[in-house]
């Protein structure tokens, strides 16, 4: 499957999680979950140290969700991107999708090798939905 074909999947459906979202608006992690927002997405904001964020509940972990999510945004460091991997492959969760520099080669490979579909070369979710301040 294409990259234009795997943007396609990721957004087929909901809802969707934003795994290092932050409550400071000039980090991408805050600047993709009002991206959802503005795109009027089902969204949920996963971030260990906030109670909310963009007046939505942040969750500690992705298994403290309310509900299962169709695909995550990672917007962590590559080494963190392993564990939130690992934790998607043990949820089920089918879709991830790699900011730029949350990309980590053993992350791409644990989450191709247990059958996610994963979009991590380079796309930016800002340019793809249109994002603006």
């Known amino acids: 499957m294409g990259s234009q074909e795997k943007i396609a999947a990721f957004f087929s459906r ?19 979950l009002r991206c959802y927002m503005q795109h009027q997405r089902r969204v949920f904001p996963v971030n260990p140290h906030a109670a909310q964020i963009e007046g939505l509940t942040a969750y500690a972990a992705l298994d ?12 962590t460091p590559s080494y963190i991107s392993e564990t939130i991997v690992a934790q998607a492959v043990a949820l089920g969760i089918g879709h991830v999708w790699m900011q730029p520099g ?13 059958g996610l579909s994963v979009i991590a070369d380079g796309s930016c979710i800002l340019v793809v939905m249109g994002y603006s301040e």
């Open 14 to 32: 909901g809802p969707h999680a934003v795994v290092g979202a932050s409550q400071d608006r000039d980090k991408y992690g805050n600047k993709v």
């Open 64 to 75: 403290a969700l309310p509900e299962p999510v169709h695909g995550l945004s990672i917007i």
């Open 102 to 114: 949350a990309e980590s080669p053993n992350a791409i490979q644990r989450a191709e090798t247990a």
